[in-house]
C-alpha cells in the first residue's frame, strides 16, 4: 500500500482532515465563496462535497493524499468531456484560481449538476452500460497525464497476495473475520490461474467507478457523469466488470451470484458495445470472469489498510456476500457470458 496512503489513515494529531461540512476551517471557506449561502453535504467516500445551492456550485475537498497533480489533471478530463458533448460538473475558478486550500487539503469548484440515482431495475441498469460505452468513447480519445490514484478498485492478484498478510493480522482476533480471510487466501491461487494480464487487454483512460448514482439521471432524461476520482488508464473490461460487480450484489447487498440472472449479461455488454461503437475481444471476453472476482477480493486484501478492518470482513455488504461471489464465479467462470 502506498506510503502516503498509509500516513493518511494514520492521521495527524496536529492537524487532522477535513472530514466533514461542519469543519470550522471549511465553514470559513464557503463563507469566503458564496457569503450567505445555505449548503447541503453531498457525501462522498474520501473526499467531503458540499453544495452551494445559490451560486449552483459543489466544493470539493480532495483528501491529503490527492496530489495537485492530479486534482487539475481530472478537472481537464472533466472540461475535455464538456467539449465533446458530454454532461459533467465543469470545473470552476475562484479569484482566478483552480485549487484552493483548507488546512493543507486541496479544494475545488464545480458546476452542479441536478440528477438523480436510477432506481435498480433491468432498466436503469441498461442505461448506465449504454452511458458506460458512451463514456467510454469519449475517453479513449483523451490524452492527459493522469498521475495514478493512490487508492483504487483495481489490483492484480500479485498485488492481492502481497496485501492479504496485513489483513490477516489485523483480524487475527476475530474468528469470524480470520474465516473470511482464509476464504481470500484460499480464491487468490485461483484467481491467478484465470487471471489475464492487462498488458494484453485494451487499456485507456476509464471512469474507475462506474454505478448507478456515478452514471445518473436528470429531469430532462439525460446522462450526467459524476464522481471521477478514481480515473486511471486501465484496462476497460475492469470498468464493465466492476459495474457487474455491484450489479450482481446489489445496493442492499442482498444479491447472490447463484441466484443472478446472468441471462441479462449479455444485453447488458451489448448496450455498451453499441455506445462505444466497440466490440469486445475473445481475450477481453476471457477476462470478464475473473476480473469480477477480484473486485469483492480487492475489498478484502484491503481491509488491513482500514481503521475498522473486522467490520470490514464481517460486514454482509463488502464482506461475507461481496466474497461468495467471487468464489461462485471461480467455480462458474462461463457464467457470465454463457
Known sequence: MNARMRRWWQGDPASPEVTSPDDPD???L???VAPGSETSDLGGCFCVNVRLPEPGLVVRVQPRFVSRQRVLALQDIRRQLARRGLLVGTPRTWRGRPLLRCRGCLVELETYVPHAKPEATCESYTWMFRGMGRLHR??????VALPRPVVSTYAPPGSLHRWLPAAERAVAHDP???DMAALVRRLLPVLRR?????SVLPRHLIHGDVRLGNIGLTPEIETPYLDFGFAAVRPRIHELAY???WVILRPDGSGTADTFCWDKVPALVEEYEDAAGTVLTPVERKALTPYIAAVPLYHAATVGFHADPVAQLRDDRDGNAFLRISE????NPAAPLG
Open 138 to 143: 469519449e475517453l479513449a480519445q483523451i490524452e
Open 30 to 32: 464557503l463563507e469566503r
Open 26 to 28: 471549511l465553514r470559513r
Open 176 to 178: 469470524v473475520a480470520t
Open 194 to 198: 484465470r487471471w489475464v494480464p492487462a
Open 243 to 245: 459495474a457487474l460487480a
Open 328 to 331: 461462485w464465479l471461480l467455480a
